[in-house]
C-alpha cells in the first residue's frame, strides 16, 4: 500500500537511523504523569514511511459501537514480543528505548503496535492503554511517528486543558509515570489538507 506522502525539507535523505537520546526533554504533567519529546530522533523517516506503507501487512478493522458496526478510522498491524519488526531501524529503536528506560520502567519495551493514518479522516478517540497492567500500574509507551505531522492531543481524564503535540517526520513521545490511567490521549479527525501519518508504539508485555 502506498500513499502520497510530501516529505519534509529538513529529512532529505534515504539513509534511515537513529540519532541520540540525550536530547529528550520532560514535561510533568501532574497527577504522576509525565512525558519525554525528542523532535527528529529518527533520520531518513520519510524513506521509512515509504518502505513500511508498502511492505507492512496492514489490516482494516471493525468493531461494534452501540448499536452498529462501524469501520476503525486507520488501518492497524501488531508485533508480538520477540517478533522481528518490519525495518531493522525499529527492532534498534526498541532496544535503545529499552536501554534508556528500564531503570525506571522496571523492564524493557517488548512489543510494537503500528498506526497507518491515510489522510486527516483517519484518527484515534481519547483513551488511556489501560487493557492489561495498564489500568492499575505506572507503565511507559513509547511513539515513534514518521509520515506528515499529525496532532497527538492530551488532556486529564475527566477533563481539563488540552495539550497538542504534532508529531512526525521521525518524532518521538513517551508517555510515562501514571500517564495512561490519569490523562487521556487521541489523534483528532483534522479538516485541513494533511498528509498520511504511521505510528509505532512500543509497549511493555502485557500492557495495551
Same mark, same amino acid.
Given at each position: %500500500?502506498?500513499?502520497? /506522502?510530501?516529505?519534509? +525539507? ?8 537513529? =540519532? ?19 523532535? &527528529? ?8 514511511? @515509504? ?9 482494516? @478493522? ?12 486507520? !488501518?492497524?498491524?501488531?508485533? $508480538? ?26 523492564? *524493557?519495551?517488548?512489543?510494537? #503496535? ?22 492499575? @500500574?505506572? =507503565? %511507559?509507551?513509547?511513539? !515513534? ?6 496532532? +497527538?492531543?492530551?488532556?486529564? $481524564?475527566? #477533563? ?6 504534532? /508529531?512526525?517526520?521521525?518524532? !518521538?513521545?513517551? %508517555? &510515562? ?10 489523534? *483528532?479527525?483534522?479538516?485541513?489538507? =494533511? &498528509? ?6 512500543? $509497549? *511493555?508485555? &502485557?500492557?495495551?
Amino acid at each position: %500500500m502506498s500513499t502520497h /506522502l510530501q516529505g519534509s +525539507l529538513f529529512d532529505q535523505t534515504d539513509d534511515v537511523g537513529l =540519532t541520540s537520546l540525550d536530547g529528550l526533554r520532560r514535561t510533568v504533567l501532574g497527577d504522576g504523569a509525565w512525558i519525554d519529546l525528542l523532535p &527528529g530522533w529518527l533520520r531518513g523517516a520519510d524513506a521509512l514511511f @515509504e518502505q513500511l506503507a508498502a511492505d507492512v501487512p496492514w489490516r482494516a @478493522e471493525r468493531r461494534q459501537m452501540y448499536e452498529q458496526v462501524v469501520a476503525v478510522p486507520r !488501518l492497524l498491524s501488531y508485533y $508480538r514480543a520477540g517478533r522481528t519488526l518490519p525495518h531493522p531501524v525499529l527492532d534498534e529503536a526498541r532496544d535503545a528505548l529499552s536501554a534508556r528506560y528500564t531503570a525506571e520502567l522496571g523492564e *524493557p519495551f517488548a512489543t510494537a #503496535g503500528l498506526c497507518y493514518y491515510r489522510d486527516g479522516r483517519d484518527s484515534v478517540a481519547w483513551h488511556g492503554d489501560r487493557i492489561g497492567r495498564g489500568a492499575r @500500574e505506572d =507503565t %511507559m509507551v513509547a511513539i !515513534l511517528s514518521v509520515g506528515a505531522a499529525r496532532d +497527538l492531543a492530551l488532556r486529564p $481524564r475527566g #477533563g481539563g486543558e488540552t495539550l497538542r503535540y504534532p /508529531l512526525g517526520h521521525g518524532d !518521538l513521545i513517551v %508517555m &510515562g509515570g501514571s500517564c495512561q490511567r490519569t490523562w487521556e490521549h487521541a489523534v *483528532p479527525k483534522s479538516a485541513r489538507a =494533511t &498528509g498520511p501519518r504511521i505510528s509505532i508504539q512500543f $509497549r *511493555p508485555q &502485557g500492557v495495551n
